[in-house]
């Protein structure tokens, strides 16, 4: 019960890391708000939630994370809910695999927005909540972010800025008693990773020391460790947890 009394909003919560964030933080007496991009997906996740944890009192917004106002409605009805917010998780992003030649002005504003953008607006909007909790901000990064990819560069800059806020806002906020950290997963099993053939999946597996592929859990449990008390001097680390994965 790392989490006890604790209330966070985790953006992109509705499906692999951070649906697996959602439940560890329940399971870690957290109440919890999860943000989507469409309401299916929304409802499909608070359905396997309280199908899973009965009496569950968790909140579900389809939210459009670039639209400061948007965000501002979606901590209001929070704090209002539960009283209080004491964690922000910045999860939700896109990735790109598409050759720079071919790259449209399109994709890269899609990136750039998602995954960039919206942790920014989050984040300032979240400051004037979590300056009264001494809460944590936590924002996803990525593997790519130390080590870059082969092909779709505007994901892994999206992430080096990821790092790069998160370093900052600590120093910023740290007055406030505000911690910033990210996580950056290495290749983790998520339905997209699971849909991969064996013969794609195994080279994967031999770049990684240790030997397998990540568990949503594995990513989880650092963002349960560094929004708990256990945490309280940590700030402005962007943590790998990627069985020393290199690209």
């Known amino acids: 019960?790392?989490?006890?009394?604790?209330?966070?909003?985790?953006?992109?919560?509705?499906?692999?890391?951070?649906?697996?964030?959602?439940?560890?933080?329940?399971?870690?007496?957290?109440?919890?708000?999860?943000?989507?991009?469409?309401?299916?997906?929304?409802?499909?996740?608070?359905?396997?939630?309280?199908?899973?944890?009965?009496?569950?009192?968790?909140?579900?917004?389809?939210?459009?994370?670039?639209?400061?106002?948007?965000?501002?409605?979606?901590?209001?009805?929070?704090?209002?809910?539960?009283?209080?917010?004491?964690?922000?998780?910045?999860?939700?992003?896109v990735s790109s695999a598409t050759p720079i030649q071919n790259y449209t002005a399109e994709e890269y504003d899609k990136i750039v927005n998602i995954n960039i953008k919206s942790v920014f607006i989050c984040s300032k909007v979240a400051v004037s909540y979590l300056a009264k909790t001494k809460g944590v901000i936590l924002n996803t990064s990525s593997m790519v972010s130390k080590y870059g990819q082969p092909s779709g560069i505007m994901y892994p800059v999206s992430k080096f800025a990821v790092n790069g806020l998160t370093i900052s806002l600590a120093r910023e906020l740290a007055s406030k008693h505000i911690r910033v950290n990210a996580v950056a997963p290495g290749i983790t099993k998520t339905d997209m990773v699971k849909a991969l053939p064996d013969a794609v999946i195994q080279p994967l597996i031999k770049t990684i020391p240790l030997g397998r592929i990540g568990e949503p859990k594995d990513i989880a449990n650092a963002f349960v460790f560094l929004a708990s008390d256990m945490a309280s001097y940590i700030t402005g680390e962007v943590i790998h947890v990627d069985g020393c994965a290199r690209a």
């Open 1 to 93: 019960m790392l989490l006890k009394n604790k209330v966070a909003i985790i953006t992109g919560g509705t499906r692999g890391i951070g649906f697996e964030i959602a439940r560890q933080f329940i399971i870690n007496g957290a109440s919890v708000a999860i943000c989507g991009s469409r309401d299916e997906t929304v409802n499909n996740a608070l359905t396997l939630l309280k199908q899973e944890f009965k009496d569950l009192n968790i909140l579900g917004f389809k939210t459009k994370l670039t639209d400061e106002q948007e965000v501002n409605n979606m901590f209001k009805q929070v704090e209002e809910h539960f009283g209080k917010i004491d964690i922000l998780v910045n999860n939700a992003g």
